[in-house]
C-alpha cells in the first residue's frame, strides 16, 4: 500500500540532496567537569574548512566538504555527502568566551568551553537556626 509512496519520498529525498548538497556533522556535547566539550565528526576536513564561533550563549559551527572528484563522471553509488553545514547549539551555562580552545584532530574537531564561574556548582553552608 505504501510501496509507492516511499519510493516517492526516496526519489524527492534523492533530488533535494542532488540540488542542495549539505550534511549534519555528528556531534557529541558532554559536561566534563567546569567545561562543556563539544565533539563534532567532520574527517575529510582541515581546521580551515572549519568556522567555530561564539555569541549570545550561541555555539556555530560552520564549514564544508567539498567533492574532488569528476564532475561528469558517472556516479553508480553516492553514500559520503559533501556541501556546507551550519550546526548551532545553544548553551544552558554561562561561558567564559575568552577561553574557548578548539583543536581538530584525526576528523573530530573538539571545542572546549569553560564554564563561567556563575554557572559553576557550589556547596551551600546550612546555618543552624537558633531556637524562638
Given at each position: 500500500?505504501?510501496?509507492?509512496?516511499?519510493e516517492l519520498s526516496h526519489?524527492?529525498?534523492?533530488l533535494r540532496e542532488e540540488l542542495e548538497p549539505s550534511f549534519s556533522p555528528a556531534l557529541n556535547v558532554v559536561e566534563d567537569g567546569d567545561s562543556i566539550v563539544v565533539e563534532v565528526e567532520v574527517p575529510g576536513l582541515k581546521a580551515g574548512d572549519v568556522e567555530v564561533s561564539f555569541?549570545?550563549?550561541?555555539?556555530?559551527?560552520?564549514?564544508?566538504?567539498?567533492?574532488e572528484g569528476k564532475e561528469n563522471a558517472p556516479v553508480h553509488r553516492r553514500e559520503r555527502v559533501y556541501g556546507a553545514f551550519t550546526r548551532t547549539l545553544t548553551l544552558p551555562w554561562e561561558i567564559t568566551a575568552d577561553r574557548i580552545t578548539a583543536?581538530?584532530?584525526d576528523g573530530?574537531?573538539?571545542?572546549?568551553?569553560?564554564?563561567?564561574?556563575?554557572?559553576?556548582p557550589r556547596k551551600v553552608a546550612i546555618k543552624i537556626a537558633e531556637p524562638k
Amino acid at each position: 500500500m505504501f510501496g509507492p509512496l516511499s519510493e516517492l519520498s526516496h526519489r524527492m529525498q534523492w533530488l533535494r540532496e542532488e540540488l542542495e548538497p549539505s550534511f549534519s556533522p555528528a556531534l557529541n556535547v558532554v559536561e566534563d567537569g567546569d567545561s562543556i566539550v563539544v565533539e563534532v565528526e567532520v574527517p575529510g576536513l582541515k581546521a580551515g574548512d572549519v568556522e567555530v564561533s561564539f555569541e549570545n550563549g550561541e555555539l556555530s559551527l560552520k564549514g564544508e566538504r567539498k567533492f574532488e572528484g569528476k564532475e561528469n563522471a558517472p556516479v553508480h553509488r553516492r553514500e559520503r555527502v559533501y556541501g556546507a553545514f551550519t550546526r548551532t547549539l545553544t548553551l544552558p551555562w554561562e561561558i567564559t568566551a575568552d577561553r574557548i580552545t578548539a583543536e581538530m584532530k584525526d576528523g573530530v574537531l573538539t571545542v572546549v568551553l569553560p564554564k563561567a564561574e556563575a554557572s559553576k556548582p557550589r556547596k551551600v553552608a546550612i546555618k543552624i537556626a537558633e531556637p524562638k
